[in-house]
C-alpha cells in the first residue's frame, strides 16, 4: 500500500476518533446538567454548573447567561464561569445595545467568527486583552419562554480547536432550551411560594387575632383576606366602609374592628338606620333638649354622643334621607354635633364604621346619595366575601350554628356529611343569616337525631316552607309604584315571622312580600322583639 493511500486513512481514523470523543464529552455534559436539574430543580446552582462543563468539556469559555431586567429594558449577566466578579459587575446591555443586547430584543441566533473584525461587539464584560491572541469567536442564543426572549446564553469559542462549529451550535441550543425551561419553572415555583407565602401570613394574622374571639367562623382565603385588612387598619381614626351582600355578617366585622383597635374598651354603638323613622333621624343620631319637640321632656344624648371615644356602626348607610346626610358630613368633618334645639356645639372623637349592600357609587351618580359624604366614608373600603365566595368555611358554619341552636333548645340533631355537602351545594343568597336560620329550622323541626341530604332538600324549596306562595313579581323598572301608607300596627308578630323564614332570613324580601319597606319591616320587628 502506497504512502500516499494510507493518509487520508489514516486522517479517516483521526476524524471518527476526534467525532467520538466530541460525543462523549456531549453526552457527559448533558448526563450531569439533567440529572442535576432534576434531583435538585435549583437553578442557580444548575446554570453554574452547566457553564462550567460545557469549558471544561467542550472548550465554550467565559460562558455566561445574561437575563432580561424586571423593567424590561435590558439585561444582565447573572450566572457566568470563568468571569471574574468585576467582568459580571460590568455585563450589562440595553436592548439592541451589542451583539447580546441584540439577541434579547430580537431573539435571533448571532455568530461573530471573529470580534476583532465585527464593530458591534464591545467586549465590555471581558476585555479584548484577558482574552487569547489567536482568532476568537463569540456565539449567543436567544433564551426563550415559549416565543417570548427571557435571556442569552454565549460563550467564547477558540477557532483552533479541531471541532466543527456546527456541533457547538446543537450543544448551545439544547443547553438554551433547557435553560429555558428550568427560568419557566423557577418562575412557576416563585409564583406558587410567594402566594403561599401570603396565604401563611394571612393565617399568621388570623391566629395571632384569634378570629373565633370575634365570633367569626371560617379559615377561607377570601375571609382570611378581610380579617387581615381588618387587622391593618384596626389601629387607624380614618372611616371604615363595609361593603358586601346583606347577610354577610358586616355587624360581626364592625365590632372585630372595634375591639382589635385602642379604643376596645370604650363604647361600641350599632344604629341601624334602616329602622329609624325619617322623622326621629336626627334627634336619635345626634340627641336633643328638653322641649325640642313636642314629648321631649327631658334632654337626650344622641348615638354619637354616647360613642364618643369608641366606635359607632352604622348599618344600611344607604337609607339615610339626603337631608341627614348634610348633617353627618359636617359632624364627621368638624368632630362636632349640635342637639336638636340646642345652640351650642359638642366636640366628639368617634371612630365611624358604615356599613351598605348598595352600590353607593352607583347612588351618587342618580342622586340618591351625596358625593362628599361617599368620599368622606370610602377611605378604607373592606369587602366581604358572600357566602358562596367561601363555600369551604359552610362544614364550620353549620356545625357552630348546629352546636348553638342544639345547645339553646335542648336538642340534639346532627346533619350527616352529605347534608354538609348539600349545604356547601346551596347558592345561600341570604349569606350567612339564611344559613345562620336554615340550621334553626332544621333543629326545630327536625323527626330525628340524625339528618341527610335528602331530608334537608324540602327546606331549600321557597326558603323552607314548599307549599308558601312565590312573592309578587315586580313591577318593570320604568313603572312608578306609589307605596300607600301602612299602620304600625299592620301586621302581628307571627306574620312578621312567617314571612322573615319564607325568605330565608332576609329582611328586604320579607318586607317585598308584606308589601312595605324594608326600614318598615325592620322598625316592626324591632318593637315586637324579633
Same mark, same amino acid.
Given at each position: 500500500?502506497?504512502?500516499?493511500?494510507?493518509?487520508?486513512?489514516?486522517?479517516?481514523?483521526?476524524?471518527?476518533?476526534?467525532?467520538?470523543?466530541?460525543?462523549?464529552?456531549?453526552?457527559?455534559?448533558?448526563?450531569?446538567?439533567?440529572?442535576?436539574?432534576?434531583?435538585?430543580?435549583?437553578?442557580?446552582?444548575?446554570?453554574?454548573?452547566?457553564? #462550567?462543563?460545557?469549558?471544561?468539556?467542550?472548550?465554550?469559555?467565559?460562558?455566561?447567561?445574561?437575563?432580561?431586567?424586571?423593567?424590561?429594558?435590558?439585561?444582565?449577566?447573572?450566572?457566568?464561569?470563568?468571569?471574574?466578579?468585576?467582568?459580571?459587575?460590568?455585563?450589562?446591555?440595553?436592548?439592541?445595545?451589542?451583539?447580546?443586547?441584540?439577541?434579547?430584543?430580537?431573539? #435571533?441566533?448571532?455568530?461573530?467568527?471573529?470580534?476583532?473584525?465585527?464593530?458591534?461587539?464591545?467586549?465590555?464584560?471581558?476585555?479584548?486583552?484577558?482574552?487569547?491572541?489567536?482568532?476568537?469567536?463569540?456565539?449567543?442564543?436567544?433564551?426563550?419562554?415559549?416565543?417570548?426572549?427571557?435571556?442569552?446564553?454565549?460563550? #467564547?469559542?477558540?477557532?483552533?480547536?479541531?471541532?466543527?462549529?456546527?456541533?457547538?451550535?446543537?450543544?448551545?441550543?439544547?443547553?438554551?432550551?433547557?435553560?429555558?425551561?428550568?427560568?419557566?419553572?423557577?418562575?412557576?415555583?416563585?409564583?406558587?411560594?410567594?402566594?403561599?407565602?401570603? #396565604?401563611?401570613?394571612?393565617?399568621?394574622?388570623?391566629?395571632?387575632?384569634?378570629?373565633?374571639?370575634?365570633?367569626?367562623?371560617?379559615?377561607?382565603?377570601?375571609?382570611?383576606?378581610?380579617?387581615?385588612?381588618?387587622?391593618?387598619?384596626?389601629?387607624?381614626?380614618?372611616?371604615?366602609?363595609?361593603?358586601?351582600?346583606?347577610?354577610?355578617?358586616?355587624?360581626?366585622?364592625?365590632?372585630?374592628?372595634?375591639?382589635?383597635?385602642?379604643?376596645?374598651?370604650?363604647?361600641?354603638?350599632?344604629?341601624?338606620?334602616?329602622?329609624?323613622?325619617?322623622? *326621629?333621624?336626627?334627634?336619635?343620631?345626634?340627641?336633643?333638649?328638653?322641649?325640642?319637640?313636642?314629648?321631649?321632656?327631658?334632654?337626650?344624648?344622641?348615638?354619637?354622643?354616647?360613642?364618643?371615644?369608641?366606635?359607632?356602626?352604622?348599618?344600611?348607610?344607604?337609607?339615610?334621607?339626603?337631608?341627614?346626610?348634610?348633617?353627618? *358630613?359636617?359632624?364627621?368633618?368638624?368632630?362636632?354635633?349640635?342637639?336638636?334645639?340646642?345652640?351650642?356645639?359638642?366636640?366628639?372623637?368617634?371612630?365611624?364604621?358604615?356599613?351598605?349592600?348598595?352600590?353607593?357609587?352607583?347612588?351618587?351618580?342618580?342622586?340618591?346619595?351625596?358625593?362628599?359624604?361617599?368620599?368622606?366614608?370610602?377611605?378604607?373600603?373592606?369587602?366581604?366575601?358572600?357566602?358562596?365566595?367561601?363555600?369551604?368555611?359552610?362544614?364550620?358554619?353549620?356545625?357552630?350554628?348546629?352546636?348553638?341552636?342544639?345547645?339553646?333548645?335542648?336538642?340534639?340533631?346532627?346533619?350527616?356529611?352529605?347534608?354538609?355537602?348539600?349545604?356547601?351545594?346551596?347558592?345561600?343568597?341570604?349569606?350567612?343569616?339564611?344559613?345562620?336560620?336554615?340550621?334553626?329550622?332544621?333543629?326545630?323541626?327536625?323527626?330525628?337525631?340524625?339528618?341527610?341530604?335528602?331530608?334537608?332538600?324540602?327546606?331549600?324549596?321557597?326558603?323552607?316552607?314548599?307549599?308558601?306562595?312565590?312573592?309578587?313579581?315586580?313591577?318593570?323598572?320604568?313603572?312608578?309604584?306609589?307605596?300607600?301608607?301602612?299602620?304600625?300596627?299592620?301586621?302581628?308578630?307571627?306574620?312578621?315571622?312567617?314571612?322573615?323564614?319564607?325568605?330565608?332570613?332576609?329582611?328586604?324580601?320579607?318586607?317585598?312580600?308584606?308589601?312595605?319597606?324594608?326600614?318598615?319591616?325592620?322598625?316592626?320587628?324591632?318593637?315586637?322583639?324579633?
Amino acid at each position: 500500500m502506497s504512502e500516499t493511500g494510507a493518509r487520508p486513512r489514516e486522517t479517516q481514523r483521526q476524524a471518527a476518533t476526534s467525532a467520538a470523543f466530541w460525543r462523549t464529552q456531549e453526552m457527559l455534559l448533558l448526563q450531569h446538567v439533567v440529572a442535576l436539574a432534576g434531583k435538585k430543580l435549583a437553578a442557580d446552582e444548575t446554570f453554574t454548573e452547566m457553564l #462550567h462543563l460545557a469549558s471544561e468539556l467542550l472548550g465554550l469559555n467565559r460562558g455566561r447567561i445574561v437575563l432580561l431586567d424586571d423593567d424590561g429594558g435590558g439585561g444582565s449577566i447573572r450566572y457566568a464561569y470563568g468571569l471574574t466578579k468585576a467582568e459580571i459587575a460590568r455585563g450589562r446591555y440595553a436592548l439592541d445595545e451589542g451583539v447580546t443586547g441584540r439577541v434579547l430584543a430580537r431573539g #435571533h441566533l448571532n455568530i461573530v467568527q471573529d470580534i476583532d473584525k465585527e464593530p458591534g461587539f464591545l467586549a465590555r464584560a471581558v476585555p479584548r486583552d484577558r482574552l487569547p491572541s489567536g482568532v476568537v469567536s463569540f456565539i449567543a442564543l436567544p433564551i426563550q419562554i415559549g416565543q417570548r426572549t427571557v435571556g442569552v446564553l454565549a460563550c #467564547h469559542r477558540i477557532r483552533r480547536r479541531a471541532r466543527m462549529i456546527a456541533d457547538d451550535l446543537a450543544i448551545l441550543r439544547i443547553l438554551a432550551t433547557l435553560a429555558g425551561q428550568l427560568l419557566h419553572l423557577k418562575s412557576h415555583i416563585e409564583e406558587k411560594t410567594r402566594v403561599l407565602e401570603q #396565604h401563611n401570613a394571612m393565617l399568621k394574622r388570623a391566629l395571632n387575632a384569634d378570629a373565633t374571639r370575634y365570633g367569626i367562623v371560617g379559615d377561607s382565603p377570601e375571609l382570611l383576606r378581610a380579617i387581615s385588612e381588618l387587622e391593618r387598619v384596626s389601629d387607624a381614626t380614618a372611616a371604615v366602609l363595609l361593603l358586601g351582600e346583606s347577610g354577610s355578617g358586616k355587624e360581626l366585622f364592625a365590632r372585630a374592628l372595634h375591639l382589635a383597635g385602642s379604643r376596645r374598651d370604650k363604647p361600641f354603638i350599632k344604629v341601624n338606620c334602616a329602622a329609624i323613622p325619617e322623622a *326621629l333621624f336626627e334627634s336619635e343620631l345626634f340627641g336633643h333638649e328638653r322641649g325640642a319637640f313636642t314629648g321631649a321632656a327631658a334632654m337626650r344624648a344622641g348615638w354619637f354622643e354616647q360613642a364618643d371615644d369608641g366606635t359607632i356602626f352604622l348599618d344600611e348607610i344607604g337609607e339615610l334621607p339626603l337631608g341627614m346626610q348634610a348633617k353627618l *358630613l359636617r359632624t364627621l368633618q368638624e368632630g362636632a354635633l349640635t342637639r336638636l334645639g340646642g345652640k351650642s356645639e359638642i366636640r366628639i372623637n368617634v371612630r365611624l364604621v358604615a356599613a351598605t349592600n348598595r352600590d353607593l357609587a352607583v347612588e351618587v351618580g342618580r342622586g340618591g346619595f351625596r358625593q362628599d359624604l361617599f368620599y368622606r366614608l370610602n377611605v378604607i373600603p373592606i369587602r366581604l366575601p358572600s357566602l358562596r365566595e367561601r363555600r369551604g368555611d359552610i362544614p364550620a358554619l353549620a356545625l357552630h350554628f348546629l352546636n348553638h341552636v342544639n345547645q339553646a333548645n335542648q336538642r340534639n340533631v346532627n346533619l350527616s356529611a352529605d347534608a354538609i355537602s348539600r349545604l356547601q351545594e346551596h347558592s345561600w343568597p341570604g349569606n350567612i343569616r339564611e344559613l345562620s336560620n336554615m340550621i334553626e329550622r332544621l333543629v326545630l323541626l327536625a323527626d330525628r337525631p340524625s339528618l341527610s341530604a335528602t331530608d334537608i332538600e324540602p327546606f331549600f324549596a321557597g326558603g323552607g316552607d314548599p307549599g308558601a306562595p312565590a312573592p309578587a313579581a315586580a313591577p318593570p323598572p320604568d313603572a312608578i309604584a306609589l307605596r300607600p301608607y301602612i299602620a304600625a300596627t299592620s301586621h302581628s308578630a307571627q306574620q312578621l315571622r312567617q314571612a322573615l323564614a319564607q325568605s330565608g332570613g332576609n329582611k328586604s324580601r320579607a318586607a317585598q312580600q308584606l308589601g312595605m319597606t324594608a326600614r318598615q319591616f325592620v322598625y316592626r320587628c324591632q318593637k315586637f322583639g324579633i
